[in-house]
């Protein structure tokens, strides 16, 4: 599996992004994927998970009802779309293939990840 996550820039307080992971080997298509971030001289934060099928889908508190989480299957990809972006969520984002099929908050469900992108909120 090798994971690209894709999408980061610098963004004003309360733009839109959206992040893309893509596998491309294709061997996520049974397994839940996550998305994690970190930013400097913090630990690593659970943003975001889907099922393997997109039928579940996991939020941390502080993005919940500005991130959604989806899944184009046929595609192989996963995206974060990200709304009223803010400063504190300026980190750099890692997507994730679990080691089961749902969407797990814990860094420990996941096997393999991939690179990050940079996303930085200006103020």
């Known amino acids: 599996v090798q994971l690209q996550a894709s999408g980061g820039g610098v963004v004003q307080a309360g733009d839109s992004l959206r992040l893309s992971c893509a596998d491309s080997r294709r061997t996520f298509s049974n397994n839940g994927v996550g998305w994690f971030r970190q930013a400097p001289g913090k630990e690593r934060e659970f943003v975001a998970a889907i099922s393997w099928n997109g039928g579940y889908t996991n939020y941390g508190d502080s993005v919940k009802g500005r991130f959604t989480v989806s899944r184009d299957r046929a595609a192989n990809i996963v995206y974060l779309q990200m709304s009223s972006l803010k400063p504190e969520d300026t980190a750099v984002y890692s997507c994730?293939?679990?080691?089961?099929?749902?969407?797990?908050?814990?860094?420990?469900?996941?096997?393999?990840w991939g690179l990050g992108t940079q996303v930085t909120v200006s103020s």
């Open positions: 994730a293939s679990a080691r089961r099929s749902g969407a797990y908050a814990t860094p420990e469900s996941y096997v393999y």
